[in-house]
């Protein structure tokens, strides 16, 4: 087995008139936590996007377990196994906590057909999902809402977790309440993708790290590498970790 579980070579995505990623070539080893990093505007999002198919590449190559995905349609995407979180969370509002969750659950119709100890195993990482589980999900507060959706991104194992800056608006001590539960993941073998803004999670958390600015990889490596070499920070994020 490769121990790349997904690979993009040379990915150039365009939005309506404007090309915004410039050839990205990025990997994701399997089991590892990688980070992609980058400014505002770098092509993070749009990379994510262009993965699941919700932009098409116009030219370059995504291979996920060695099978190219490039002219997939989402929910075939989807179907190989992988999960993903976007940046504005992509729960329902009006439905229950429990609904979002089964939903996400293939062939579950109600909770008691979910499987036990996973659903305790979530609950335990996020303990807003058991307390709100009959709440309409949007009338949870917005670091309650990320928890619901990155619950239902790991309702049941995927191969592949993708996620737009899980910690995007949380407090401090939820941000914690999120990074161990990335780190349970990990633990359990996950191969994920963060998207991260939040510098002290992204070094807490990650293996392996990208950094893009405008549309293309600028670094690739180990994040401890990066996390030691402040010179390389200051030139590739204009920041120290
Ligand atoms: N729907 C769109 N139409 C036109 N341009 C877009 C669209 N979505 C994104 N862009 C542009 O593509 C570029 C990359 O955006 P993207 O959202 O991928 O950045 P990002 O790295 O995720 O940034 P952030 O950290 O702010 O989330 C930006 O210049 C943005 O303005
Ligand atoms: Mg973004």
Not at 37 to 60: D, E, F, P, V, Y
Not at 78 to 103: C, H, K, W
Not at 125 to 135: D, G, M, N, Q, T
Request: aromatic letters at 6%; hydrophobic letters at 45%.
């Amino acid at each position: 087995m490769s121990d790349k579980l997904l690979e993009l070579s040379g990915v150039h995505t365009h939005i309506g008139a404007y090309h915004i990623l410039h050839g990205v070539d990025l990997c994701v080893p399997r089991g590892q936590l990688t980070m992609l990093l980058g400014r505002n505007g770098a092509g993070k999002t749009t990379t994510l996007r262009t993965i699941m198919g919700l932009w098409q590449a116009s030219q370059g190559s995504i291979r996920f377990a060695g099978q190219e995905i490039a002219h997939m349609a989402t929910p075939t995407i989807a179907r190989q196994s992988i999960a993903y979180v976007p940046e504005n969370m992509g729960i329902f509002a009006d439905l229950t906590v429990e609904q979002n969750l089964l939903l996400a659950a293939r062939g579950a119709a109600h909770a008691g057909q979910m499987e036990a100890a996973r659903l305790q195993w979530i609950f335990g990482l996020f303990p807003a999902v058991e307390k709100f589980w009959h709440y309409p999900a949007g009338k949870l507060s917005g670091g309650q809402k990320q928890m619901v959706a990155v619950a239902r991104a790991i309702v049941e194992p995927r191969d592949l977790l993708i996620i737009d800056e899980p910690s995007k608006g949380l407090a401090p001590a939820i941000i914690d309440n999120m990074i161990a539960a990335f780190e349970q993941l990990k633990a359990a073998g996950s191969t994920i993708l963060l998207v991260e803004q939040n510098i002290h999670f992204a070094q807490r958390l990650g293996d392996s790290v990208a950094v893009m600015d405008d549309g293309r990889i600028v670094h690739a490596g180990s994040m401890q590498e990066l996390a030691e070499d402040r010179e390389l920070q200051q030139s590739l994020l204009g920041l120290a970790l």
